[in-house]
Structure formats: C-alpha cells, structure tokens
C-alpha cells in the first residue's frame, strides 16, 4: 500500500522533485483532464495563491512516484472559500486555527478504481483525518461538488454544509465543514478497509509533527 508523506515547509527540500512532478500533476488533472483553463501556465505547473510556505501536502507515494494528493491550507491564511467562495458560507469563512481547508484532492488517473487493498482515494482521505488529529485540529472545512456528500457520510464522516448549494460551471457546489476526531478515522478505516496509520513525517521534528496547541474560537 502506497505511503502518505507530510510536506511543510521545515522538509520542503527532501521533496523537491516530487512537489515539481506533483504541480505538473495538476495541471495534467485540473487543466487538461478537468478544462478549468482559466488556472494554465505556460510552464505546465498548476500552482496558485493558496500554495504557499503555509501550504501543507499530503502526498501518497509509491516508492517516488505519486500516486494520490491532497492540499491542507490553515484557514487563518487565505482559502478557496475566503477569497474565492466567501457566498458559499452563508455566516462567512471560517478563520480558525484548529480548522485546515482541503482542496486539489486527487488521485492520479491509472490507479482510480483499484480493487486489490484499499483504494488510493480512501488512503489519502483517511491520512488526511490522521493528520488533523496528530496536530490538534477540530475540522477541516471543503468546498466541493456536492455528490461528494453522500460518499464522505457513507465513509463515516460528520460533513455539514455552511450554505446552500451554488451552481458553479454548471456543477452544483458546496462548502462542508467536517469534524475531525477519532471516530472519523476508524469508521473511514473500517469502512474503505485501511489499514491503519499511513503518515510518513520524514525530517519533521516531534515539534513540527504538533504544532497547533490551545486552539482559538474564530478570529
């Protein structure tokens, strides 16, 4: 079974090819597979303004190639639904420090659908509910397409809109904000039949592994 690995900024530089392979990755994904046009780059790499020193990445390797992703933001910075969504949230974005944004959630193309072990999606998802549990978090929030709800309350997991649904490119789209908790984590272990722990923390510290402490209501 392919290995989630942690990505902050303190061990960016263990990964430097691998974070290049993964922004060409997306652009392969949201670009050409997706059309969403408007985010090309003449150099191929789909990277916007919510990747950045903060940014946190959850990479399921194979050996060294990627196989699955996803992208952790501290909703303190910046998000898609801060700067891009903010009608999506009827009472406005959540700005906590115990709440992550996840966003560019994917796997890559020829191994979607896998049948022998557990299926990448569900990995990179159950090591997303691992980490937010390792550094203290109490939610992730989500702005997504709004099929996806079903799937994350089939996988055990508590995901409550913050508005109503909104067309967007002709796709129904909405923001969930999601309990993080160690319920969430066994049922989507039991249910999608992984394993258990899958984070790799290479070059990260005890300290860095928990860095949010005491969180803070709204600020």
């Not at 501290?74 to 115990?98: I, K, M, W």
């Not at 272990?189 to 402490?213: F, K, Y």
Request: charged content about 25%; hydrophobic content about 45%.
């Amino acid at each position: 079974m392919m290995e989630v690995h942690v990505i902050r900024r303190e061990n960016r530089h263990l990964y430097t090819d691998i974070l290049e392979d993964y922004f060409r990755i997306r652009h392969q994904i949201y670009v050409v597979e997706r059309k969403w046009t408007e985010l090309d780059r003449p150099d191929k790499r789909e990277i916007d303004q919510f990747d950045t020193d903060d940014t946190v990445y959850l990479l399921g390797l194979d050996g060294r190639a990627i196989v699955a992703g996803m992208r952790l933001v501290p909703t303190t910075s910046p998000t898609l639904l801060s700067e891009l969504f903010p009608a999506l949230a009827l009472n406005g974005p959540v700005r906590r420090r115990d709440v992550y944004e996840l966003s560019r959630i994917f796997v890559v193309p020829n191994r979607r659908g896998e049948h022998a072990g557990p299926r990448a999606e569900a990995v990179i998802q159950a090591a997303a509910m691992e980490f937010g549990l390792s550094i203290g978090l109490s939610a992730f929030t989500i702005v997504l397409e709004s099929w996806w709800l079903p799937r994350l309350l089939d996988q055990g997991w508590l995901a409550r809109p913050l508005g109503l649904p909104v067309n967007i490119n002709s796709l129904s789209t909405v923001a969930v904000i999601v309990d993080v908790n160690d319920e969430a984590w066994t049922k989507i272990c039991s249910r999608r039949s992984v394993p258990g722990s899958t984070l790799v923390w290479q070059g990260l510290s005890a300290l860095e592994r928990h860095p949010v402490r005491d969180p803070v209501a709204a600020v």
